[in-house]
């Protein structure tokens, strides 16, 4: 039965062919406004470019393309005869002659056919009022896509040995909500064109490929920051396991309190990520030190003391990290100058350093130590108060303070004795 199934492909591809043979003859002899040879050598030079050289345009998750706004600017100013031409000439390159005669022959004919049924509608109902041209241009492109799917499912379905594609559904749906989109940037290209020519349409369509550009090289920029960040804790956790669960919870305070403290949505995410990383200068830390049961020596706690600076070299050589090296630096300075490495004082230290150092020092009063055990609410709300003005700053202390007496962090708390027992 598969066999017979697949005998039917060479048969089916002729009938396409017939198909696209009889929609040229019909547009050819339509009646309509012949275009001039400039405009077709206009749109077919900017359509050729399209269909070779763009890459498609995501709109919330909703992915289109030139290809059908510009068709229907063509199908109304050039007639749906050129239009398809075009359509159809345009997908000719170098790699469609080497997939075989048939599948050429297939995939041309396809275009011709749903760009002639598409441009033929548009061309018969067109009346220039904004209402029903948007009607239509959205009629248009549902009936580009959904012949564009028939043919192809069908062809899918007699070259394969199972059945109908189980996404066939789906990209129906997802042909809907591209199509909507369509029709605003096909209009919006018709009326540009109607209104100020050739130069206005053009300076669109870059402005538009332009702007997709810098926001594609805006958000590969930032995940390969996240992809540095995620590489940089692997290493970390593969050091030592407790410094990644550490690096982590301090950037959950890290986004808790820059959030109360008014910062906004960006600076708060660049803060989340360069915490999960304030702690790796730790890697070059001698194993002996850094795991170390007991209280560490003078000498040793003067090479932990080098972790802020090792941490900044590590990350120095990463464009990313640029503007977040002294946050990495100075996350261990003191508010009254003691810290360390540069021994800055006060409003010299960046806030966001600033902010650091108590969401790390924090983490270690709540979570411990090896070999020191962790503090009650009461115990930890002293210990900030005391350290206030002197190791960390007073205002964002002060505002630490109020989340955990509003609760914030009730969960990680350990209760005192009498609260237990109450």
Known sequence: METGKKKLVIPYIVLISLLALGMIGYLCNFH???????????????????????????????TVSFKIPLLFVMALTLGPFWATM?????????????????????NQSMVILISGLSGLYLQQTFTGEIVPLLINFFIAGMIYSISNLVILTVIIYLSSDGDLPDKTFVYLFESFRGVAVSVLLGYLLYQIYLSYGKIALLVLMGSVLLLKNLIMTYFNQHNNFFQLINSFMRVIDAKDHYTTDHCNRVSQYTADLAKALGFNRLKIAKLVQIARLHDVGKIWIPDLILNKPGKLTKEEYEIVKLHSLKG???LSEIKSFKDYLPIVRYHHERYDGTGYPDNLKGEAIPIEARL??????????????????????????????????????????KVLLKLIIDGKYDHLMIREKEEKHA
């Open 32 to 62: 309509y406004a012949w275009p001039t040879w400039e405009d077709v050598i206009f749109f077919g030079v900017i359509f050729w470019i399209v269909t070779n050289y763009t890459s498609l345009i995501t709109v919330c998750s909703i």
């Open 86 to 106: 075009i359509g159809a000439v345009s997908g000719i390159s170098s790699k469609s002659l080497k997939n075989g005669v048939d599948e050429f022959l297939f």
């Open 312 to 314: 900044m070299e590590l």
């Open 356 to 397: 650091l150092a108590v969401c790390d020092a924090f983490d270690v009063m709540t979570y411990g130590r090896i070999y020191k055990p962790p503090m009650t609410k009461r115990e930890v709300i002293e210990e900030l108060k005391i350290c206030s003005g002197s190791q960390f700053d007073p205002g964002v202390v």
